[in-house]
């Protein structure tokens, strides 16, 4: 026999997905949720944020390694030839100073 026949004969398995509650708690329940949102929302922008700078520091470590590899490359010599040091340094420099601002072309 099911509940159609005989409609006294409830099931109590079958879930409406509400809850009865007071105007104060109903009160709390949204006050919640809208804070709830509020901090997601922080979250993406600061997610946002946290893959710019990360995308940013790994233009730098990738911009000063091969420097570090050309110093590494002939430890055994004393000196080193390097023509047009000032101009190649400030070009370098300003190349950074857009990196850390975050003022690149690609970025």
């Known amino acids: 026999m099911t509940s159609d026949d005989n409609p ?3 099931n109590d398995t079958f879930d409406w997905g509400f809850t009865a509650v007071t105007l104060d ?3 709390v329940i949204q006050e919640t949720t809208a804070q709830l949102e509020e901090t997601d929302a ?3 922008v600061s997610d946002a944020e946290s893959k710019d700078l990360r995308n940013r520091l790994d ?3 990738s911009a000063i390694q091969p420097l570090l590899n050309n110093l590494r490359a002939d430890r ?3 000196y ?3 023509p047009n040091r000032y101009e190649t340094i400030e070009k370098f420099s300003d190349r950074l100073d857009a990196m850390y601002s975050g003022n690149t072309k690609d970025s």
Do not use: C, S
Request: aromatic fraction near 16%; proline fraction near 0%; hydrophobic fraction near 45%.
């Open 8 to 10: 006294t004969a409830i």
């Open 25 to 27: 708690e109903l009160d």
């Open 42 to 44: 922080k979250l993406e």
């Open 59 to 61: 233009k730098i470590y």
């Open 76 to 78: 055994d010599k004393d």
């Open 80 to 82: 080193i030839w390097w």
